[in-house]
């Protein structure tokens, strides 16, 4: 991977959207919202404190998140999507 995010910065790969509803209908493309969960790529130093110290993350590399909706900035590298958010923009880790 060759975006590292700085600060209290995260990447996320967005994941993919369902294809059927719940009830079974097949969903256009069009249809389809972006999806709000994503997977953890990487993560930058934290936050600066005071002192020079650092904030530790509440979420880690690997974890499936839930983020909200306008969260992030979209960025395309190498023709793929990834997210790069603060940690204020996750709202769980879906275990």
């Known amino acids: 991977m060759s975006i590292v995010p700085l600060n209290d910065k995260i990447l996320v790969e967005r994941l993919e959207a369902d294809d059927k ?5 097949i969903l256009p493309d069009a249809a389809k ?3 709000k969960q994503g997977k953890v790529l ?3 130093e ?9 904030a530790a993350f509440q979420v880690k590399v690997g974890d499936r998140v839930l983020f909200t909706t306008y969260g992030g900035n ?3 590298h190498d023709g793929k999507e990834y997210l790069i958010m603060t940690e204020d923009d996750v709202l769980a880790v879906v275990g």
């Open 46 to 54: 934290g936050k600066p404190l005071d002192g020079g110290k650092r």
């Open 33 to 35: 919202e972006k999806p």
């Open 42 to 44: 990487a993560l930058g």
């Open 21 to 25: 509803t719940a009830g079974g209908i």
């Open 74 to 76: 979209e960025v395309v």
